[in-house]
């Protein structure tokens, strides 16, 4: 039976450190086929020039949110030979490594100045990676719930968008379809980690 996660576990749970780095070392090697389930502070445009609008939507100032995504169909792949690979030759250079130290190389790193760790996705939009979110709403009260439809359309429309292209790529040459990208997340923000069944399941089963 696949674990339940309630609004307040999913605020709060974060993976076993041990569990999860053995894991990956084990899924590392197929590179194929896992996904988790992870939370995130989104970034708002101009969120003092659409005060009023939010003010409109939840009745008071600009409330807390927090982001859920669940990945899955995620890949283990090495940035710069995934990158070299749609190249003549051999000549791309990552500094998305400054800083960190593998623990598990393509899938943990860790973070030189205080040791933290961060699970790296790796991905393509021609991969078959998928990507689901919801919003939980923090409200004024202290208590919070899962955004509405119409809050969640909302948060959307007022979402920033960071560029999610690698300029160097496709200075490159490389067809964006081919662009390798690279998110981390932080282990404190980590859900769970699991083939990718298993976290299908697992957000079947939250309670909404």
Known sequence: MSKTFGISELGNAVVNV????AFCKEMSLCKFGWGFIARS??????????????VEQFGDVMPSVVK????????AYDYEDAVNRQLTKA????DALNGYDWVVPNVIKRAQKDGSLQLTLLFKDSDKTTFETFY????FDGTYRFATEDETTFIKNHLYVAPNKSKKQSEMGIADKDVVQVRNYKFSNVIAVGKTPQIEEMWANIER
Do not use: C, G, Q
């Open 18 to 21: 041990f569990d999860t780095i």
């Open 41 to 54: 502070t989104p970034k708002f445009r101009a969120p003092k020039a659409t005060a009023a609008e939010w």
């Open 68 to 75: 859920i995504t669940k990945v899955t169909n995620a890949r």
């Open 91 to 94: 000549d791309f250079k990552s």
């Open 136 to 139: 939980i709403v923090f409200n």
